[in-house]
């Protein structure tokens, strides 16, 4: 059973920046990519960033040039490295990853980590 641990949430000054990590295990099928969504109060779940098993990013264009995501495919981890946070982004924040085999991808989710951005 896939099991997706994340760490590094938490309160933080407008202009601060946090560092997402997400360790997953009990893979049965490759990885093919690994990603962070959020969501706040009273909207929907949205892609953050993605990385894929070859090494290509996407961002929203909410965040980008202020977030860089990496992976270390060792240890099946990615992170998520938040710069210039502001109060719109907090949220709670997910990890995502994505599994399977050709023309099959399972989605799998960590549990949440809160992120506030506040003064």
């Known amino acids: 059973q896939v099991q997706l641990v994340e760490s590094g949430g938490g309160l933080v000054q407008p202009g601060g920046s946090l560092r997402l990590a997400c360790a997953a295990s009990?893979?049965?099928?490759?990885?093919?990519?690994m990603g962070w969504y959020r969501q706040a109060p009273g909207k929907q779940r949205e892609l953050v960033a993605a990385?894929?098993?070859?090494?290509?990013?996407s961002y929203a264009d909410s965040v980008n040039g202020r977030c860089t995501i990496s992976r270390d495919n060792a240890k099946n981890t990615v992170h998520l490295q938040m710069d210039n946070l502001q109060p719109e982004d907090t949220a709670v924040y997910y990890c995502?990853?994505?599994?399977?085999?050709?023309?099959?991808?399972?989605?799998?989710w960590g549990q949440g980590t809160q992120v506030t951005v506040s003064s």
């Open positions: 995502n990853l994505k599994t399977g085999g050709s023309g099959v991808t399972t989605d799998s």
């Open positions: 009990g893979m049965r099928y490759n990885i093919k990519a």
């Open positions: 990385i894929e098993s070859g090494g290509s990013t």
